[in-house]
């Protein structure tokens, strides 16, 4: 009974609801209202003088709204912390997890970029000193690219590998780099470091025909809800589409396609910068 009370309090008028205003209208703002005090608490506790301050609230237009998401378990109360973000959240972000596959929720903005730039691309996370192709969608361009999905590949030699390591510190670049096939066409390890610094401080990758003779690619991370990178895409074809200029030129359409991905994965770029700053 407490708890169908609860969920019918949600529907019920706020004080300050428009005169005039349908059920409906009113029942959306109740629930935008609901949804703005679980954003709310976030960063962490509030007492309900503090959460009524900050949504710009009545006391018991908060007390009222705070109570029914309490009932739900969507948050919690403590009388010497006050509100909280309860247990309910826990099983709902689990869920979304597990819905949430890298590979279906990157693939439309994989096949975007491909049909945009005509090149090849491809999604890879990190496994151990590997990077593991997840997905490839082919490019229009009359370039065979021998990649497939399911291959490591070095870290140190594509621009993907990179990609996912640029949050690293220099030690473990350089024991990437160290791992690496001696076989394959790389600088030397001054200059694949001093590449490397450059890459992480502008946010994406090159191959440059260091992994395959004659392919080159721009690539970018994909960061997850926590701003750690969890993957990274890129944009591959023949050295004579690549030019510097036009490697140069994609990196924003590359950056802005992976940024997309992580969005939609739950990151807040606004949000990480906050607690990075």
Not at 2 to 18: E, N, Q, W
Not at 29 to 35: K, P
Not at 150 to 178: N, V, Y
Not at 260 to 270: C, Q, R, T, V, Y
Request: charged share 25%; net charge negative; with cysteine.
């Amino acid at each position: 009974m407490a708890r169908a009370a609860a969920a019918r309090s949600i529907h019920v008028d706020v004080d300050d609801a428009d005169e005039g205003s349908g059920r409906a209208a009113t029942g959306s703002q109740t629930l935008l209202r609901g949804l703005d005090v679980i954003d709310a608490l976030i960063e962490g506790p509030l007492a309900l003088a503090e959460l009524s301050e900050h949504l710009d609230l009545t006391r018991s237009t908060t007390h009222r709204l705070a109570s029914a998401l309490v009932e739900r378990r969507l948050l919690s109360f403590r009388p010497r912390e006050g509100y909280s973000l309860g247990p309910k959240l826990l099983e709902l972000g689990y869920a979304a997890r597990e819905q949430m596959h890298l590979p279906r929720i990157a693939r439309p903005h994989l096949e975007r970029l491909s049909s945009e730039t005509e090149d090849t691309v491809h999604l890879g996370v990190l496994d151990g000193t590997t990077a593991f192709y997840l997905d490839k969608v082919p490019g229009t361009r009359r370039v065979s690219i021998g990649s497939r999905v399911g291959e490591r590949h070095p870290i140190a030699a594509t621009g993907l590998g990179k990609a996912l390591i640029l949050d690293m510190d220099e030690e473990q670049w350089a024991s990437f780099f160290d791992v690496g096939d001696p076989d394959q066409t790389r600088p030397g390890r001054a200059v694949w470091l001093e590449r490397m610094r450059s890459y992480a401080a502008q946010g994406y990758a090159f191959d440059l025909e260091e992994n395959e003779d004659r392919i080159r690619c721009v690539a970018a991370p994909i960061r997850g809800v926590d701003g750690q990178i969890v993957a990274a895409l890129s944009v591959s074809s023949a050295a004579q589409y690549m030019k510097d200029t036009r490697m140069q030129s994609l990196t924003k359409v590359v950056t802005s396609a992976a940024q997309a991905i992580s969005e939609d994965l739950g990151w807040n770029p606004k949000k990480t910068a906050k607690k990075t700053g």
